[in-house]
Nanobody
Framework: QVQLVESGGGLVQAGGSLRLSCAAS????????MGWFRQAPGKEREFVAA????????YYADSVKGRFTISRDNAKNTAYLQMNRLKPEDTALYYC?????????????????WGQGTQVTVSS
C-alpha cells in the first residue's frame, strides 16, 4: 500500500509561482509513474502532468505546457510540481497520483493511489 500526501498549495496572485510536493510512503515509489491532476468546482478531474518512474519522460496538458514542471526525487520518495506564471483558471484542488506501472499515463484510470489534494487559488 502506498500513501500520498500533498503540500505546498495556497493563495497566490496571478503571475506568481507555487511548488507542490507529494510525499509517498512505501519502498516501491521509485518504480511508480507519478501524476498530477486537478479539479475545479463543478468540473471533472483533469490531467495536469505526469512523469515516468525514471524521470526521463514527462507529459503535460496543453493548458500548462511551458509554465508547469513535474519532477521527482526517488531518494526522497517525493514528486514535485513547479507552477509558474499562474493564472486564475489554474485555481483548483490539485491531486497527486501514483501508478503501479513505470509508464506515465495522462488518464486518471491509469493510477492506483491518490492523495487527499491541496488547494491552489490564484487571484486576479
Amino acid at each position: 500500500q502506498v500513501q500520498l500526501v500533498e503540500s505546498g498549495g495556497g493563495l497566490v496572485q496571478a503571475g506568481g509561482s507555487l511548488r507542490l510536493s507529494c510525499a509517498a510512503s512505501g519502498r516501491t515509489f521509485s518504480s511508480y509513474a507519478m501524476g498530477w491532476f486537478r479539479q475545479a468546482p463543478g468540473k471533472e478531474r483533469e490531467f495536469v502532468a505526469a512523469i515516468r518512474w525514471s524521470g526521463d519522460s514527462t507529459y503535460y496538458a496543453d493548458s500548462v505546457k511551458g509554465r508547469f514542471t513535474i519532477s521527482r526525487d526517488n531518494a526522497k520518495n517525493t514528486a514535485y510540481l513547479q507552477m509558474n506564471r499562474l493564472k486564475p483558471e489554474d485555481t483548483a484542488l490539485y491531486y497527486c497520483a501514483g501508478g503501479r506501472t513505470p509508464f506515465a499515463s495522462t488518464d486518471l484510470r491509469g493510477y492506483d493511489y491518490w492523495g487527499q489534494g491541496t488547494q491552489v487559488t490564484v487571484s486576479s
